[in-house]
């Protein structure tokens, strides 16, 4: 069954430092969202994105935050100049179409720890 | 601003025992609910519900909506040690979803 895959699972990096964080979609899908999850809260929505471009983004997601579709098969999270409180765990979800009814694809999550 | 309560947050039962998950809320154009189960990792999804009324089945698990009185419930049957998860309630806004707490299920043998 085609699932969504993330890397790496697990990055610890120090403090002002950047990331990149990659997700594969499900190959057909068009529509790609990050969220997150801090340690115990809720999971967030940071971004969506269709048709190489940003749809939606929440206010967490500011100017520390980009994505990008280099490639067909590839989303990618960069966040640049790390801080203590972006230590989450990051979800990439996908989805074949947009809107009320769709049912989003989760990869597995790539755990954040900035020291 | 869009709002989802799920309760209890937090239930520990033994396997066998039967229980019900609540979620309720007052969202904007709302157009579906959907119910995640989030071990380790990524919420898996379960249900989407639509209409009222309707029951969603699969397996030992259940769930139902009621748009009246805004609240969906998520039943689970003889329940085991696997089904030890928490369980997100989420919403569709535009394409995002906006997620209720959880209720973090324990199943103790």
């Known amino acids: 069954e085609p699932e969504v895959t993330q890397t790496p699972s697990h990055q610890v990096t120090q403090m002002g430092q950047e990331v990149i964080l990659r997700c594969v979609p499900i190959?057909?899908?068009?529509?790609f969202y990050w969220y997150r999850q801090i340690l115990g809260q809720k999971v967030e929505f940071l971004v969506s994105?269709?048709?190489?471009?940003?749809?939606?983004k929440s206010e967490i997601f500011d100017d520390q935050f980009s994505v990008e579709r280099p490639d067909g098969s590839n989303f990618t999270l960069k966040i640049r100049s790390t801080k203590l409180e972006d230590s989450a765990m990051y979800f990439c979800a996908s989805s074949t179409t947009g809107g009320e009814y769709n049912e989003q694809f989760f990869g597995p999550g790539t755990r954040l720890t900035v020291l | 601003e869009d709002k989802v309560v799920q309760s209890p947050l937090s239930l520990v039962v033994h396997e066998g025992d039967t229980v019900t998950l609540n979620c309720s809320y007052e969202v904007t154009n709302f157009r579906s609910l959907l119910w995640y189960k989030q071990e380790k990792k990524a919420p898996t999804f379960l249900f989407m519900l639509?209409?009222?009324?309707i029951e969603k089945k699969s397996g030992r698990l259940s769930s139902i909506l009621d748009k009246k009185e805004l609240f969906s419930i998520l039943n689970i049957t003889a329940t085991q040690t696997g089904d030890s998860a928490i369980y997100l309630c989420?919403?569709?806004?535009?394409?995002?979803?906006?997620f209720g707490k959880g209720t973090r299920l324990s199943v103790i043998a």
């Open positions: 989420a919403f569709p806004g535009n394409t995002p979803l906006v």
């Open positions: 994105f269709y048709n190489n471009e940003i749809s939606e």
């Open positions: 639509t209409s009222s009324g």
């Open positions: 190959s057909n899908h068009l529509y």
